[in-house]
């Protein structure tokens, strides 16, 4: 199958894209590089030492012989350029993750909100456009968050996407309709994939795009099968207070000696799925688009869930870390359960890795062997939700 | 009250500055003059001879003795100047206008899509961010639409904005909550409204942010107390097939002599307000702001709601003119009822105006003095919801 994966530079969209190469899909990569920038923005950089998009092909190609092409274009702004590429590669599918995808960053100030609005909305309306304007058939995978179902206010164990609801209508009978999850998000991040959700619904109603939305939970894990296969080819790690995710930053702050930093009370429950059920996840993804006429599809891309303290719990006794309580950063609920349906994937077809002390340790190992790269100031999480 | 309105040079905006100025408020109008560049670009104008920005001002002053001070922005682009004017004006009150508002535009092309997603939503966010940025307690009044709620599914009287419902729980109490009624626009211009109501529920609970939205229906009329009192003040009257809302168009064609245009079936039943009760409602939902603490207040802005053919009879009665069943451009249900609840402004506060005669008359008038400034080509509605 003929791929674009839109993004893939990025913590998923590298990873994704080889994975579907090594499958034997015909991938290329569109990336601006942004994350790099971003990068050099913040002064931070992934804890492992992440190649030049140059030399992550050239090794893909050495180990693989296969050649994945890479178009640096900035589908945000650049409409023209993704016009010309999808009319001149039409492909069978195109996997999006091209979208500002920290929920810190989008909350440092005016200029990050802004950006992450505008980039996010434009990135994946322009891409629509692009595709009704091109004529193509042309399945649509998009990387959603779990954020867009919000984290105080469930009570229930949160479906795929659509809820069935009921409530009082004209006739003595209520109305009974399956709706899209209400949404609630957190932080402007979460809003904009929120705002996702109702392009795509927009596109699949009027102009019949096939669309499959993944509501992934917080990623862990660093490699896959395929980025260990030589070292120019290493996933990012980011540990930083701004693109770190929790259970990496635990897993690195116990390799370096630092003490675990648990926002507010550690008693918010997360949604977790390890990287390499991530890009399998997008693999299965792409096997089970939906038919024309199906509405958009909608997967919860999640194998558990944890409160953070436990987590943290977990890796102190696993390393023997001090644990630090600080303030939270956020403005959402110091407490919560979260509990997700994800039948879709790991119903039958596939077996999710669950937190194993392996897998663990394979990270801290990794964390250790490039210790020497952590800027130890960058570890704190400054951004905060509201001006004090 | 000071207020900034945004837009304020549009078909709504420029009466609702001059109502609120009449009324004694503090009014200052901010616009990019976008809706006169469109009318260049579409080679078309307003039937009415809409003076400059500079005539409007000076004329109200020479009736009134009041100077509305007006500046050239584009809020979705010039963020600094957005927030130097929110910071040295310091409004006790801010009314968003300042999207493009037409249906049909939207779906012209690739490039009036982007354009509307791109305009409305960095009009929307950079507004609200720049209210968070500048610290200021500031009442938002944004013109949504009728249009979110979509026109194939409701099955119920249409609520103002928050829906109850009831959907199956952990436990066996079902769970119970009021969401935000579920959006089902059925073009690009009411998506970027459904997506404005994400912001704003995100803006209202992260920080605070005291909003009211109004999902107004289809306006009619053209004419307010305000802008009769010169010739210099007199509204926009938009006939042609992108800009031209379907009551005044039939107004028009019938003042011309052309036959009244019905798309499809006309039995789409639609929702109506006349223009100057749009202007009554800003300042009742200025007069009335939300409390900090209290969620975004929705308002259904609604006098009616008629079958478009039941409107094209009605007006052919009362001029003899013909009607045309042409095929409808839009993809949305060829029929369907609509039933929407507006107690909040017409319940006791305000009587509406509906379509008596004597006003229809009026505007009749108004179309046949300006008839000489129609140009027939420009009335078919030409923009299609899918291509061919």
Redesign the interface.
């Known amino acids: 199958m003929k791929i674009l994966v839109f993004g893939g530079d990025g913590f998923c969209g590298w990873p994704a894209a080889l994975h579907l190469s090594a499958r034997g899909h015909d991938v290329t990569i569109v990336d601006n590089l942004s994350r790099r920038r971003i990068d050099r923005e913040l002064d931070s950089q992934s804890l492992t030492p992440i190649a030049s998009m140059d030399d992550r092909i050239a090794a893909w190609r050495d180990v693989t012989g296969t050649t994945v092409p890479f178009h640096n274009i900035d589908i945000a702004q650049d409409?023209d350029a993704l016009?010309d590429l999808l009319a001149t590669q039409r492909p069978h599918a195109v996997v999006h993750f091209a979208e500002q995808r920290s929920a810190p960053y989008s909350m440092l100030?005016?200029a990050e909100?802004?950006y992450t609005?505008?980039n996010n909305?434009?990135a994946t309306?322009?891409l629509l456009?692009?595709i009704?304007?091109t004529?193509l058939d042309c399945h649509v995978v998009h990387l959603g968050s779990i954020g867009v179902y919000g984290y105080g206010?469930a009570?229930?164990?949160i479906p795929e996407g659509y809820?069935?609801?009921?409530?009082?209508?004209?006739?003595e009978e209520p109305?009974n309709?399956d709706?899209?999850y209400?949404?609630?998000?957190?932080s402007?991040y979460h809003?904009t994939k929120?705002?996702d959700q109702?392009?795509f619904?927009?596109y699949n109603k009027?102009?019949g795009v096939r669309i499959t939305d993944l509501h992934q939970g917080i990623v862990w894990g660093t490699q896959t099968e395929e980025t260990k296969r030589d070292i120019r080819l290493i996933n990012r790690f980011d540990y930083d207070g701004v693109y770190g995710t929790v259970l990496n930053r635990f897993l690195m702050q116990a390799a370096i000696g630092y003490p675990l930093s648990v926002h507010g009370s550690g008693r918010q429950t997360r949604a977790f799925i390890h990287i390499r059920d991530t890009v399998r996840c997008i693999a299965h993804a792409l096997d089970h688009a939906p038919e024309q006429g199906d509405r958009v599809s909608i997967y919860n891309q999640v194998a558990e869930t944890h409160r953070v303290l436990d987590l943290a719990n977990m890796v102190s006794t696993m390393t023997g870390a001090d644990i630090e309580h600080v303030p939270s950063p956020r403005?959402e609920p110091d407490e919560n359960e979260l509990?997700l349906t994800n039948d879709q994937f790991f119903g039958h077809a596939l077996q999710p890795i669950t937190l194993d002390q392996g897998l663990m340790e394979e990270i801290r190992n990794l964390a250790s062997t490039y210790a020497a790269n952590c800027n130890r100031d960058k570890i704190p999480s400054t951004p905060t939700?509201?001006?004090a």
Chains 1, 2 share one sequence.
């Open positions: 409409f016009t100030g005016p909100k802004r609005v505008s909305l434009n309306h322009n456009a692009a009704v304007s004529g206010t009570r229930m164990k809820l069935n609801i009921t409530a009082a209508g004209d006739s109305v309709r709706i899209l209400p949404a609630d998000p957190d402007i809003m929120a705002q109702l392009l619904t927009f009027n102009d403005n509990s939700w509201r001006s």
